[in-house]
């Protein structure tokens, strides 16, 4: 991204943090966007509106388990604020833009794996969907669908009307994998255990790998 380029002051890490060790998170961090700083959440939120006009979506899908670092390590939660201000911000243009259209925006957002692991990166998913932010709210990563915190997500969703999506993610190591099990058979698997747990719908990701 250009921007990261002319405002390194945006990002999270340093440019120096990118020759620490792979192990190393931040590492990672010297060209993650700091959703701190009002420019960078300005920013992503005119890209949005931009692209959302332009096009004749169905819906729009914000997914923080991409990149799940947003803010600076250790101050998350004191910024989880920031990120819900963020969400309102998304809702509100895509409402308008439905509104024009005289078809509503569906907002659907991807969260971690479990509600505190959310809310430890700045997340705060309770705060909203209490004020009807999200229509459909994804959850988990997918590669491990056995230790997913599906109850707590369950209830999360059942308190205030939204349902709950697991995400189901093949693994893109399956062309090495074929010769001991059939990946096909893998996704059935996991498929049938969420329609086991009673789930509202099941989130394929990453289905082309």
Do not use: C
């Amino acid at each position: 991204d250009p921007l990261k380029a002319q405002h390194p002051d945006y990002l999270i890490g340093k440019k120096e943090d990118r020759d620490l060790p792979q192990e190393r998170i931040e590492r990672s961090l010297a060209t993650a966007f700091n959703f701190e700083r009002p420019e960078v959440r300005q920013y992503r939120l005119d890209f949005i509106n931009r692209n959302a006009a332009a096009h004749d979506f169905d819906g729009y899908e914000l997914d923080f388990t991409r990149f799940i670092w947003n803010f600076p390590l250790g101050r998350e939660r004191e910024l989880a604020p920031l990120m819900t201000d963020f969400v309102r911000e998304v809702r509100s243009g895509l409402s308008a833009i439905g509104e024009k259209r005289g078809r509503p925006y569906t907002l659907v957002v991807h969260v971690m794996d479990s509600v505190e692991t959310s809310l430890s990166l700045g997340h705060d998913v309770g705060a909203w969907l209490s004020e009807g932010l999200v229509d459909v709210l994804v959850v988990g990563m997918g590669s491990m669908p056995f230790t997913l915190d599906l109850d707590s997500w369950k209830a999360v969703g059942e308190h205030y009307g939204v349902p709950i999506y697991p995400s189901l993610n093949p693994p893109s190591s399956y062309q090495r994998m074929e010769r001991v099990f059939d990946p096909q058979q893998h996704i059935r698997g996991a498929a049938a255990w969420w329609w086991q747990n009673d789930v509202d719908g099941i989130y394929l990701f990453n289905l082309f790998t």
